[in-house]
Nanobody, 124 residues
Framework: QGHFVESGGGLVQPGGSLKLSCQAT????????VGWFRQVPGKEREAVLC????????ENSNAAKGRFSISRDRFVNTMFLQISTVTPEDTAIYYC?????????????????WGDGIQVTVFA
């Protein structure tokens, strides 16, 4: 049974940047589409970015707003989310996921594997 080992997140000041990581165990990440979601308390989980198995990028432009980037490193079987120039509105729980394919129109992965969530809090 595959799962993720997550790292990164925590407290960050506005204007800063951070990088979240999810290392896959039990499955080969490069064979899958991978994506990031986020959830703010009281709201539904929303897709942010997706990276297909062939490395095509897609994003939910309403969520990503050009400040988020997704990548993966096949040598360490890990996926990443880089967020630059963070704002308090980026405070959320961020979830990594992997699955069969991306819905390129909305930057969403059809997830079969989920991370447990990484808390990011942006404070002044």
């Amino acid at each position: 049974q595959g799962h993720f080992v997550e790292s990164g997140g925590g407290l960050v000041q506005p204007g800063g940047s951070l990088k979240l990581s999810c290392q896959a165990t039990g499955f080969i990440l490069r064979w899958y589409a991978v994506g990031w979601f986020r959830q703010v308390p009281g709201k539904e989980r929303e897709a942010v970015l997706c990276l297909s198995a062939s490395d095509d990028h897609s994003e939910n432009s309403n969520a990503a707003k050009g400040r988020f980037s997704i990548s993966r490193d096949r040598f360490v079987n890990t996926m990443f989310l880089q967020i630059s120039t963070v704002t308090p509105e980026d405070t959320a729980i961020y979830y990594c996921a992997a699955g069969a394919a991306c819905d390129e129109n909305v930057g969403r992965v059809a997830a079969g594997y989920w991370g447990d969530g990484i808390q990011v809090t942006v404070f002044a």
